[in-house]
């Protein structure tokens, strides 16, 4: 699985759920807004620079290795996202990602420290990492998905109608009612609301006279 795949993979999510996606090379350019002169640090190589929906995004491949070598590919991301910050919407820069495609992870190896490593650090921006199954590469990308800002839960979800929510037809008669009012008072009250919401005090006179009819 490459960066690029990935890429292709999460513009289709963002389609999927009616977003405007767009490829953005400025992204990932070596030099800064407004300079000609390219930085002086190293940045990371096969990264490609993504907007989707209000998500400005670089995808870029990361080797799962040592600590000290996710250290290492931080500093070039971190680089190269303060660089496409400089081309963002000043908006759009708290929405700044970078996604991540482990490259050739071992099955067999535990990559769950120097992952934590790297998501856990937020100096920059977020950071996701995807370690696709390639047994199952479909199931492995939607199951990442759920840790995006393309997760879309309502989607999975069984509709229930008629939940207690959804109940509220006559429930400000019913309260009163149980406040002591008759069934017949409440609705005149609820009416008169309806009517008079903008006229606070001819309201009070309204159901001050309704309460006093009835009694």
């Known amino acids: 699985m490459t960066a690029e795949q990935l890429r292709d993979r999460l513009i289709a999510s963002a389609m999927t759920l009616g977003w405007t996606t767009a490829?953005?090379?400025?992204?990932?350019?070596?030099?800064?807004?407004?300079?000609?002169?390219?930085s002086s640090v190293a940045l990371p190589i096969g990264a490609y620079g993504l907007r989707l929906g209000n998500y400005p995004t670089i995808v870029a491949p990361v080797v799962l290795g040592s600590v000290e070598e996710m250290q290492t590919s931080?500093?070039?991301?971190?680089?190269?996202?303060?660089?496409?910050r400089s081309y963002m919407r000043a908006e759009e820069v708290i929405n700044a990602h970078l996604i991540l495609c482990a490259a050739d992870p071992s099955p067999d190896a535990d990559w769950r420290n120097v992952v934590d490593l790297a998501e856990r650090d937020e100096t920059v921006c977020r950071k996701i990492i995807w370690i696709p199954d390639k047994a199952a590469l479909d199931a492995s990308y939607k199951e990442f998905l759920t840790r995006t800002f393309l997760a879309a839960p309502w989607r999975e979800a069984d509709e229930q109608f008629n939940a207690p929510l959804d109940n509220n037809q006559g429930l400000a008669q019913r309260i009163l009612v149980n406040r002591g009012l008759s069934r017949e008072v409440a609705d005149q009250w609820v009416n008169a609301v309806r009517r008079m919401s903008d006229d606070p005090d001819a309201l009070v006179v309204e159901l001050v006279s309704a309460r006093g009819a009835a009694q």
């Not at 931080?74 to 496409?84: F, G, K, N, P």
């Open 74 to 84: 931080l500093r070039r991301l971190h680089s190269q996202m303060v660089i496409a």
């Open 23 to 38: 490829l953005v090379p400025e992204f990932t350019r070596p030099q800064f807004r407004g300079r000609s002169d390219e």
